[in-house]
Nanobody
Framework: QLVEFGGRLVQGGGSLTLECKAYGFVANKFPMRWYRQAPGEEREWVARIGSTINDRDYADSVKGRFTIFRDDAKNMVKLQMSSLKPEDTAAYFC???????WGPGTQVTVSS
């Protein structure tokens, strides 16, 4: 099971860190991704982390602003977001590779 935390309303240009807690499995055994879905849009991936800290990749829309990292002590994957823009407004989800059931997501709203 995956549960996402940390979303809230934030002003444009601000920062926020999302958390993804894994239950029932060890998160660092799997590559993991963060995704987001804006209203009326398809879900899109924004960040991926593999088995090593150097194995990270980002969608062009967030590159240089978002950082994905693991917190193995808490069995979590986190997404540090900075320089937030209104177009980052979406529900954010995490998942493993291969995918398992989706969590509830956490809503990020960026005001202009």
């Amino acid at each position: 099971q995956l549960v996402e935390f940390g979303g809230r309303l934030v002003q444009g240009g601000g920062s926020l860190t999302l958390e993804c807690k894994a239950y029932g499995f060890v998160a660092n055994k799997f590559p993991m991704r963060w995704y987001r879905q804006a209203p009326g849009e398809e879900r899109e991936w924004v960040a991926r982390i593999g088995s090593t800290i150097n194995d990270r990749d980002y969608a062009d829309s967030v590159k240089g602003r978002f950082t994905i990292f693991r917190d193995d002590a808490k069995n979590m994957v986190k997404l540090q977001m900075s320089s937030l823009k209104p177009e980052d407004t979406a529900a954010y989800f995490c998942n493993t590779e291969p995918q398992r059931s989706w969590g509830p997501g956490t809503q990020v709203t960026v005001s202009s």
